[in-house]
């Protein structure tokens, strides 16, 4: 196939029919694309909201240049793709970090860095652009990590360990209405076991956090410290800080100079590294709430098919195969979410699920086959 030449400057041939679909694809995606990041900029306030625009604007200057490039070839407008009409209807209604998680994601895939007809500046923007949108996405996870985390757990574990106590209670011969309530007692059982479980340990790791945080004892302390002597520059040298970096740090407490960051941030860094790390960690009755509810929800799936009356292997069967569209659902959020492949962390949790599975109703096989 031969290769596309660049057009030489001053001298644009005729476009072919697949250089014009492509363009106008192009053209239809950052339309979208810039219509996605001013949905979004109109949820949001001050300095995210500021970016979102900046980021609208490289849009519509890329936008500028495809229609520029069709000139009179440019016809009726076309339908952006799939992803961007997708993104556009959660960035509309819903605004949330699945949009900037996606949008990460679309960004890093742009096709202009081996496009002929793209500048170098628009290549360059695109893989600035996924860096951008990255950190934006970063401080909605940040928000979301704690409660999130209990909610996948939660709801993976209730789907692989109840899947695989029915698996293999029904492996091992016993009767249906048996496979039922034990589905329903690991149910509450272990709903009840998670929550609890969830707010102890973000309990504990919020009072860990606390605990190992410094205190600012150093700002009353100060001024009565012996300049010959600077205790305050072993304190921040016990907090991991070279030498040089401690003196620096003890000689702006002192006020032998100022620092160039913002002042507030300058006299309290500890207050804002302690308010991101509880951030990052969740509420514990948040993560207690989420974890029980995500369990049951997720354990209820397995037992769908005996609540309903059926019994043996159809039952299994139909269990198995709601459980393997949930466990894709889970995986292919969590995707979404690391900006990675939907589709790959979806089969991930599908292969560990099922595995688990098997592996209990061989073992209730087995154990049902010495009883007999």
Known sequence: ???????????????TPADMRRWRQYLADEKAEAAIYRSLASRR???????????????????????????????????????????????????????????????SRSPYATDPYATPAMAADERIHEEVVRGLAIRGRTRLSGTFRAAVFGANDGLVSNLSLVAGMAASGVASHVVLLSGVAGLLAGALSMGAGEFISVRSQRELLSASRPTQVTLTAAPDLDLTANELVLVYKARGMSQEAAEHRAAERLG?????????????????????????????????????????????????????????????????????????????????????????RALRQLVIGFGAAAVTYVLGYLFGVSLG
């Open 256 to 344: 032998h100079y100022s620092c160039d960051c913002d002042p507030s941030l300058s006299l309290h860094p500890e207050v804002e590294e302690e308010k991101d790390e509880h951030e990052a960690v969740g509420s514990a009755w948040g993560a207690a709430g989420a974890s029980f509810c995500f369990f049951a929800s997720g354990a209820i799936i397995p037992i769908i098919p005996f609540l309903f009356g059926m019994i043996g292997v159809p039952a299994l069967v139909v269990a198995g195969a709601l459980v393997g569209l949930a466990l894709l659902a889970t995986g292919a959020v969590v995707g979404l979410l690391a900006g990675a492949s939907p589709l790959t």
């Open 45 to 107: 306030e001050g300095e995210e909201r500021d970016i979102l625009l900046g980021l609208a604007e490289a849009e519509r200057r890329h936008e500028a240049h495809w229609t520029a490039l069709l000139g009179d070839h440019a016809g009726r407008p076309r339908a952006a793709s799939l992803r961007s009409q997708f993104l556009g209807f959660l960035a509309r209604h819903f605004g949330s970090v699945f949009v900037l998680a996606m949008a990460q994601r679309a960004e």
């Open 1 to 15: 196939m031969q290769k596309t030449v660049p057009p030489a400057p001053g001298h644009r041939p005729e476009p």
